[in-house]
């Protein structure tokens, strides 16, 4: 069994930064191979922005965020530490995030239905 959850999100202004964190935790029988950040407005689908390979640390970043946001990793045996830097900040950055953890073979795909494992998501809001 694996629980993911995200914190971080706030209101900010237009060309500020936000740092979200996302933790997985997994029982012994599961290994964490990937790591996702997406996000969702209401009426569109889901859409991945970064993710990573736990193991390499393999990046693959969306055509809209790649330059302004980082994601990176940290691990302490069970648990997984996912952030993503978000500088440069625009109000279409505006939606809910989303974290996600991959339990099989990891591609750094940025694909919703790749993942397996998802926490509850953190509000980012940009105002202009």
């Known amino acids: 069994q694996v629980q993911v959850v995200e914190s971080g999100g706030a209101s900010v202004q237009a060309g500020g930064s936000l740092r979200l964190s996302c933790t997985a935790s997994?029982?012994?029988?599961?290994?964490?191979?990937?790591m996702g950040w997406f996000r969702q407005v209401p009426g569109k689908e889901r859409e991945g922005v970064a993710a990573?390979?736990?193991?390499?640390?393999?990046?693959?970043?969306s055509d809209s965020v790649k330059g302004r946001f980082t994601i990176s990793r940290t691990r302490d045996n069970a648990k997984i530490t996912a952030d993503l830097q978000m500088n440069n900040l625009k109000p279409e950055d505006t939606a809910m995030y989303y974290c996600?953890?991959?339990?099989?073979?990891?591609?750094?795909?940025?694909?919703?239905?790749?993942?397996?494992?998802w926490g509850q998501g953190t509000q980012v809001t940009v105002s202009s």
């Open positions: 996600a953890a991959k339990t099989d073979t990891c591609s750094t795909s940025l694909a919703a239905q790749a993942y397996n494992a």
């Open positions: 997994r029982s012994i029988d599961y290994h964490l191979n990937c």
């Open positions: 990573i390979n736990i193991m390499s640390e393999y990046t693959r970043y």
